[in-house]
C-alpha cells in the first residue's frame, strides 16, 4: 500500500507521498499556522511531520520537492530542514533532505528576497556540488550559468531531467512508482520572474500496487495557458495516458485561472484542451483543493484571491461525467472547525480515505474502496 497526504494549512501546499517500501517523498512544505492563535483550525506541519519521521525513526526524507519558490509552498521550510549551504541551518534538530528536487527556475531566478533567496542558495550550492539535487528543464539560461562558475552543463546533465522524461530513481518495479514529468518547458523558464508559477513543477505521479496503476496528478500553481500546453504537447508526443488521473491536486487553491481567464458569472467554463483534462479523469476519482472553504455566497463570488465558487462549480460539473468522482477541500474534511490530513491509501483493489469514505461533506464509516480499481497491467 502507497500512501498520498493533504494537509489542511489554508491557502497553501503541502503533499506527503508514502510508498510501500518506505521511501517518503514531500512536495512543498508551508508552515502556516499561528503559533499565537490557539483556534487556528490549520495543522501545525512541522510538528506533524516530524512526528510521522519519528515514529519511522527517520531523520529525513528522501526527496523534498519544491515545486516553485512562492510564500504558499516554501513558507518556514529553512527553520525546518538542514540545509547543507550554511552552517546556521545545520543543527541536529532539522530534517534532512536527500534529494532536492526544483525547477530551473529556482536556480537561475535573480532578485529573490528572504526564503526564496535561501532556497536558491541550498539549490545552487547543490548543484554546484554535483550532488543530492535534481534540476527540471535545461534551458540555455542554466547552461550558461553553469559555465558562469566554471561547471560543464555535460558534467551536470545527469542531474537534469526535462519534461517528457521519466525521472530517475524511482521504477514502477522496484518502487511503485515512477514520475512522468509535465512542466517546466524550456520556454516558461526562460520567461524570469513573471513567470515563476508557469516554470512550476508539474508530474504524472505513476503508482503500481500489485498489477493495478493509479495516476496522481501533481500540480503546483499554475494558468489555464501553461496547462493547455501540457495537454497540447502530452498529445503530440502520444502519452495521452499520462494526462488520466485518479487523483488531481487542482492548482493555485481552486482559482479560476487554472480553468480560464474568464471567471464567469456563476461557474467557470473551462478552456477546450482544460476541459479535454477534466475529462480524464477515471471511475472514482478524487480533486484535492488545497484551500481555505469553498464560500457559494454573494461575497465569495465576487472575491479576487482564490479559491472561487465559479472554479469550484466547474470541477464538480466535469466530476458529475465521472462516475464515483469526489471533490475535496483539504480546510473542510472532516469539517471545517477541526479539519484533518487527507490521507488517501493506494491498494490494489482501489483508493480510499483511510477507512472514511467522504461524500456531500459527511463522513461514512466504510471498510471498501472507492469504485475505481485502477488499470490493469
Not at 220 to 249: A, F
Given at each position: 500500500?502507497?500512501?498520498?497526504?493533504?494537509?489542511?494549512?489554508?491557502?497553501?501546499?503541502?503533499?506527503?507521498?508514502?510508498?510501500?517500501?518506505?521511501?517518503?517523498?514531500?512536495?512543498?512544505?508551508?508552515?502556516?499556522?499561528?503559533?499565537?492563535?490557539?483556534?487556528?483550525?490549520?495543522?501545525?506541519?512541522?510538528?506533524?511531520?516530524?512526528?510521522?519521521?519519528?515514529?519511522?525513526?527517520?531523520?529525513?526524507?528522501?526527496?523534498?520537492?519544491?515545486?516553485?519558490?512562492?510564500?504558499?509552498?516554501?513558507?518556514?521550510?529553512?527553520?525546518?530542514?538542514?540545509?547543507?549551504?550554511?552552517?546556521?541551518?545545520?543543527?541536529?534538530?532539522?530534517?534532512?533532505?536527500?534529494?532536492?528536487?526544483?525547477?530551473?527556475?529556482?536556480?537561475?531566478?535573480?532578485?529573490?528576497?528572504?526564503?526564496?533567496?535561501?532556497?536558491?542558495?541550498?539549490?545552487?550550492?547543490?548543484?554546484?556540488?554535483?550532488?543530492?539535487?535534481?534540476?527540471?528543464?535545461?534551458?540555455?539560461?542554466?547552461?550558461?550559468?553553469?559555465?558562469?562558475?566554471?561547471?560543464?552543463?555535460?558534467?551536470?546533465?545527469?542531474?537534469?531531467?526535462?519534461?517528457?522524461?521519466?525521472?530517475?530513481?524511482?521504477?514502477?518495479?522496484?518502487?511503485?512508482?515512477?514520475?512522468?514529468?509535465?512542466?517546466?518547458?524550456?520556454?516558461?523558464?526562460?520567461?524570469?520572474?513573471?513567470?515563476?508559477?508557469?516554470?512550476?513543477?508539474?508530474?504524472?505521479?505513476?503508482?503500481?500496487?500489485?498489477?493495478?496503476?493509479?495516476?496522481?496528478?501533481?500540480?503546483?500553481?499554475?494558468?489555464?495557458?501553461?496547462?493547455?500546453?501540457?495537454?497540447?504537447?502530452?498529445?503530440?508526443?502520444?502519452?495521452?495516458?499520462?494526462?488520466?488521473?485518479?487523483?488531481?491536486?487542482?492548482?493555485?487553491?481552486?482559482?479560476?485561472?487554472?480553468?480560464?481567464d474568464d471567471k464567469g458569472k456563476t461557474e467557470t467554463t473551462p478552456k477546450p484542451l482544460i476541459e479535454d483534462l477534466l475529462l480524464s479523469g477515471k471511475e472514482g476519482a478524487y480533486i484535492v483543493s488545497s484551500s481555505v472553504p469553498i464560500e457559494d455566497s454573494e461575497e465569495g463570488r465576487k472575491q479576487e484571491l482564490p479559491p472561487h465558487i465559479q472554479a469550484k462549480k466547474c470541477y464538480e460539473r466535469f466530476l458529475k461525467r465521472i462516475e464515483g468522482a469526489k471533490f475535496l477541500v483539504t480546510m473542510e474534511e472532516p469539517n471545517?472547525?477541526?479539519?484533518?490530513?487527507?490521507?488517501?491509501?493506494?491498494?490494489?483493489?482501489?483508493?480510499?480515505?483511510?477507512?472514511?469514505?467522504?461524500?456531500?461533506?459527511?463522513?461514512?464509516?466504510?471498510?471498501?474502496?472507492?469504485?475505481?480499481?485502477?488499470?490493469?497491467?
Amino acid at each position: 500500500m502507497h500512501k498520498v497526504t493533504f494537509y489542511p494549512l489554508g491557502n497553501a501546499d503541502c503533499c506527503k507521498i508514502d510508498l510501500k517500501n518506505g521511501r517518503k517523498i514531500l512536495f512543498d512544505y508551508a508552515q502556516t499556522r499561528s503559533s499565537e492563535d490557539e483556534t487556528d483550525p490549520r495543522i501545525d506541519l512541522a510538528k506533524t511531520l516530524r512526528e510521522d519521521l519519528e515514529n519511522e525513526n527517520r531523520k529525513n526524507f528522501d526527496v523534498v520537492a519544491f515545486t516553485h519558490a512562492d510564500k504558499d509552498h516554501i513558507c518556514g521550510f529553512s527553520d525546518f530542514f538542514y540545509l547543507e549551504h550554511a552552517a546556521k541551518y545545520q543543527d541536529n534538530k532539522r530534517i534532512k533532505i536527500e534529494t532536492l528536487w526544483v525547477p530551473a527556475a529556482i536556480i537561475l531566478e535573480e532578485g529573490l528576497r528572504n526564503e526564496a533567496r535561501i532556497l536558491r542558495s541550498e539549490a545552487r550550492h547543490r548543484l554546484i556540488k554535483g550532488k543530492g539535487i535534481r534540476v527540471f528543464s535545461k534551458p540555455e539560461k542554466l547552461k550558461d550559468w553553469l559555465e558562469e562558475n566554471s561547471i560543464t552543463l555535460d558534467s551536470r546533465r545527469h542531474l537534469i531531467t526535462d519534461a517528457g522524461q521519466i525521472v530517475p530513481g524511482f521504477a514502477l518495479a522496484k518502487d511503485g512508482v515512477e514520475f512522468f514529468c509535465h512542466s517546466p518547458f524550456i520556454k516558461h523558464v526562460d520567461e524570469g520572474e513573471d513567470m515563476r508559477n508557469a516554470a512550476a513543477l508539474i508530474f504524472n505521479v505513476r503508482f503500481k500496487v500489485d498489477t493495478s496503476t493509479f495516476d496522481f496528478l501533481a500540480v503546483g500553481d499554475s494558468q489555464w495557458d501553461v496547462m493547455e500546453d501540457i495537454v497540447q504537447i502530452t498529445k503530440n508526443h502520444g502519452n495521452d495516458d499520462r494526462l488520466e488521473w485518479d487523483l488531481y491536486n487542482i492548482p493555485h487553491h481552486c482559482s479560476y485561472l487554472a480553468l480560464s481567464d474568464d471567471k464567469g458569472k456563476t461557474e467557470t467554463t473551462p478552456k477546450p484542451l482544460i476541459e479535454d483534462l477534466l475529462l480524464s479523469g477515471k471511475e472514482g476519482a478524487y480533486i484535492v483543493s488545497s484551500s481555505v472553504p469553498i464560500e457559494d455566497s454573494e461575497e465569495g463570488r465576487k472575491q479576487e484571491l482564490p479559491p472561487h465558487i465559479q472554479a469550484k462549480k466547474c470541477y464538480e460539473r466535469f466530476l458529475k461525467r465521472i462516475e464515483g468522482a469526489k471533490f475535496l477541500v483539504t480546510m473542510e474534511e472532516p469539517n471545517k472547525d477541526k479539519p484533518e490530513p487527507l490521507i488517501f491509501k493506494i491498494e490494489s483493489e482501489g483508493i480510499t480515505i483511510g477507512n472514511k469514505v467522504i461524500a456531500s461533506g459527511i463522513s461514512i464509516i466504510s471498510s471498501k474502496p472507492a469504485p475505481r480499481v485502477g488499470r490493469a497491467g
